[in-house]
């Protein structure tokens, strides 16, 4: 009986470590993929580039209205599929949200779908310090 409990304790341990293992790889893909399809950069130098380009908050219209970087649209990560046309090829795109995961996420599917000029905030809307504003 003991042994029994060893050997479903040791397959929930091995279950438990290959699903952290599969977590683990996939930050892994998601943090290189994103460093090879867009520039990730500090508030400097996205607050220097985000006036000639469009800047895009892909939090939800909750996060969004209560506060983001003044001159954003807002295209909410879920939504993104159905909006993503609205974004020019032409011009560079600067994302955010309150990190970085979704922003990264979505500049490799932006890449794939031909984008090239991609930029992603470092540190998200969360260490934000430029202007802000507050939709009512």
Sequence with gaps: MALQKISVLGIVNIVLLVILLAIIGNQLYLWLKGRKVAKIVENDEFKKGMHRAQLIDLREKDNFNAGHIMGARNIPFGQFRVMKDS???????????????????????????????????KSGFERWDGRVKKSK
Excluded: C, E, N, W
């Design 87 to 121: 974004i020019r090829k032409d011009m560079p795109v600067y994302l955010y949200d309150q990190g970085k995961s979704l922003s990264t996420r979505v500049a490799i599917k932006l890449h794939k779908d031909g984008y090239q000029d991609i930029y992603i905030l």
